[in-house]
């Protein structure tokens, strides 16, 4: 039997308004651990590119969640399969949402 257990999790990584090729895209970090997180960034790959990154470390006390907002215009039409990932030292989750322009 396998258990999948997440110390960060990334979810909901979705699209919460659209115009033209621009997109607003939302995820969410949370801590699932029964202690501080710290030092937790993320990355943004929207496969057009571009990778946005996290500018400074944040801090998640236990199940805290971190709302995530990225607003990104697309240079070019297609299909991208954008990743949305969080990090803290050598734990890592991520989530994928394809995206047409």
Not at 21 to 43: A, C, D, V, Y
Not at 51 to 70: A, D, G, K
Request: no cysteine; hydrophobic share 40%; aromatic share 10%.
């Amino acid at each position: 039997m396998a258990f999948d257990i997440r110390h960060i999790e990334a979810y909901n990584l979705s699209i919460v308004n659209e115009s033209e090729s621009k997109r607003m895209f939302e995820f969410i970090i949370k801590n699932n651990l029964n202690t501080n997180l710290t030092g937790i960034n993320w990355t943004f790959d929207t496969k057009n590119g571009n990778v946005i990154n996290s500018t400074m470390n944040s801090i998640l006390q236990s199940n805290e969640l971190m709302y995530v907002y990225i607003d990104y215009n697309f240079t070019s039409a297609g299909t991208f399969n954008t990743n949305a990932t969080a990090r803290n030292g050598t734990l890592i989750d991520s989530r994928n949402l394809t995206v047409t322009i």
